[in-house]
């Protein structure tokens, strides 16, 4: 799989799960975009910056379904996660000679659990996720997880 030498786009997202449907949904100019994923609970995902790009759409249909994934993955290692759980995923657009490629890369941030615990589930998450898993192969995906 070839890795992008010149990027010239990205989108990023930052995507947590709103517990509180009274948060104001994002800073002034963020699109307000109501992300959802299927299954298990409903939640509402705070993601994308102003007149998002294709980048950044697929990096917040993304995150949305990772970040449901990992609750998924969490509760299968009957793991909880904490509160304040997040992921940001960046997705870059760019050429390697001639060639038109994607990366990305996810920081997965689950404070307060051993680096190896959250590190497991992280990787878990890629496998239940139905975006992780149509990429998978396709593209360089760079994953840091963070515990502090």
Known sequence: MAKIENV???????????????????????????LSARGGENHDFIAVEPHPTAEQLFAGAW??????????????????LPPDH????????????????LGAQFTVRIPGLAQDVAEAIA????????????????IDVAVNVVTA
Do not use: E
């Not at 995923?89 to 390697?96: A, K, L, P, S």
């Open 123 to 138: 990787h878990s998450a890629h496998q239940i996720c139905p975006y992780s898993k149509a990429v998978h192969g396709n």
């Open 63 to 80: 995150s949305a379904c990772y970040i449901s994934a990992l609750g998924i993955a969490a509760s299968l290692k009957k793991v909880a």
């Open 8 to 34: 010239l786009f990205s989108g990023k997202t930052h995507t947590t799960v709103n517990r509180d449907p009274s948060v104001r949904r994002g800073d002034f100019g963020v699109v307000d975009l109501k």
């Open 86 to 101: 997040s992921v940001d995923i960046q997705v870059d657009i760019g050429q390697t000679g001639p060639a038109w490629f």
